[in-house]
Every structure is written in C-alpha cells, then in structure tokens.
C-alpha cells in the first residue's frame, strides 16, 4: 500500500487549495478514504471522510461548509478541497486508509496566514 499527497502549500487567508492522494497497492474503489490533519503537540485529527463509492462522506465541524472530499475511483485518487481557508487551518495533512491495519500518506503542510 502506498498513499501519496500532494498539493499543501501557502495561501492567503480566505484562498483555496486541492489536496490530491494517489493510492496503489490495493483495490481502491472498496475502502473508505479519509483526510486527517495534525499540529505540533496534538494528535492527530479526522478531517474527513469519504466512503467507498463516494456517496458518504463526514466532516469534522471546524470545516464543514468549507471543505469537500470527493475520489476517483478510476483514478485511485481522494481529494480535499479546502475553500475559505483560515489560519486555524494551518497543519500538515494526512491521507488515511485502514485496511487490516492504519495507513499514512507522508504528509503535505498547508499554511494559512492571516
């Protein structure tokens, strides 16, 4: 199993990012997918999520409104749209998998200045 992030960057209070991971290794369109984010010196935190076909998904109340999960399934690839950004938002990004045990992606930092 590998997961690969991309697109964390900086970004204007107010802007927009796209996080994409890329998933091999497994059959992708039966797992559930989800975003994590995490600070120094807290744990890490559900994001959200997104079930195996795309059709469920859950939000943590901090970025309800503002942030959308969607995947591709033909693409083996989940994604986080992040608008409205604010600066609470600053963290690293995880993309997440259970399959018999946890899976990490390894992370892309998002920074948001006010």
């Known amino acids: 199993v590998q997961l690969v992030e991309s697109g964390g960057g900086s970004v204007q209070a107010g802007g927009s990012l796209r996080l994409s991971c890329a998933a091999s290794?497994?059959?992708?369109?039966?797992?559930?997918m989800s975003w994590y984010r995490q600070v120094p010196g807290k744990e890490r935190a559900l994001v959200a999520r997104v079930g195996s076909t795309g059709t469920s998904t859950t939000y943590a109340d901090s970025v309800k409104g503002r942030f959308t999960i969607s995947r591709d399934n033909a693409k083996n690839t989940v994604y986080l749209q992040m608008n409205s950004l604010k600066p609470e938002d600053t963290s690293v990004y995880y993309c997440y998998l259970w399959l018999n045990r946890d899976y990490w992606g390894q992370g892309t930092q998002v920074t948001v200045s006010s």
């Open positions: 290794g497994f059959t992708f369109r039966h797992y559930a």
